[in-house]
């Protein structure tokens, strides 16, 4: 966790300073791009590798996946109708 | 097929730091970014309780689908907002390596739906969805695609919302387990 906002605080910190440059800012849009993709790809592999959801995968998964698209469903919902009464946001 | 070494060290977190480093180069040079700072003040708190209220809304109706698990099992499962290494530790130590198991699982899925989906939320619900859907990863995992498709003023609101869901899916999980 205070590695991740290190990470995270410097580069709030760069690019507070570095706003005007331009050319600084898209090579950074194009790395975030691939770095997400980079991500995901290792992300994936992380879970390939692990023995224990592969294994577990056949019999639980139904329920987890049940669950998370229950949680998934409903924290959307609310924080959709909430942003609409309290928050007067134009969201769409 | 892999080279060993990958098998070995999980590379992954290595490039969250890289890929939150250039996030935050991304948010900080966004001028909109320090505009809606200051619009922050009560979704730091509506967000994350919507997501924790709707979180268990979701699990409640969805578990009368599931006879096989109580609804505390599914509760304590969704208690961990996308939280999967840190709730199924905990879930494990409590209610045994099943339930664990299961909480890494549905935990996971909720990480990575968000990650792969996050341009059809903000599409067909708005640009508040993804935080919602990512709850506690909004702060690290799930916050680039956050401020890719939703925007970079939504980075900030994404990262309150992911800390608070952060520090309180422990207490939830064993508050609901214990009760």
């Known amino acids: ?37 980079l991500f995901l790809f290792l992300l994936g592999n992380s879970v390939g590798i692990n023995e224990e959801i592969i294994k577990n995968f056949p019999k639980l998964g139904r329920y987890a996946f049940i669950l998370s698209i229950g949680a998934v469903t409903g924290s959307i919902a609310v924080t959709y109708f909430v942003s609409l009464t309290f928050l007067k946001k134009d969201e769409k | 097929m892999l080279p060993e070494i990958m098998l070995q060290i999980d590379f992954s977190l290595y490039a969250l730091y890289m890929l939150l480093f250039l996030v935050g180069i991304g948010i900080g040079s966004e001028e909109q ?65 099943t339930l664990g198991v299961v909480a890494l699982l549905a935990n996971l899925m909720r990480e990575i739906f968000t990650l792969l989906f996050a341009v059809l939320l903000v599409k067909y619900f708005g640009k508040l969805s993804p935080v919602a859907s990512g709850g ?35 207490f939830l999980i064993i508050l609901i387990l214990k009760s």
């Open chain 2, 33 to 97: 970014a320090w505009v809606a700072i200051k619009k922050l003040n009560i979704e730091i708190i509506v967000v994350p309780l919507s997501v924790i209220i709707g979180t268990f809304i979701g699990v409640i109706i969805f578990s009368l689908f599931l006879p096989g698990w109580t609804l505390k099992e599914s509760l304590a499962v969704g208690a961990g907002f996308g939280y999967y290494s840190l709730s199924s530790i905990l879930i494990t130590q409590i209610s045994g390596q």
């Open chain 1, 1 to 37: 966790m205070p590695l991740v906002l290190l990470f995270f605080g410097s580069g709030i910190l760069l690019g507070f300073l570095s706003h005007k440059n331009k050319k600084i800012i898209s090579l950074v849009d194009i790395l975030t791009n691939w770095s997400i993709y």
């Open chain 2, 136 to 170: 506690a990863t909004a702060m690290d995992t799930t916050l680039p695609v956050i401020t890719k498709f939703a925007g970079r003023e939504y980075g900030l609101i994404a990262v309150f919302s992911g800390i608070i869901l952060t520090i309180l899916a422990p």
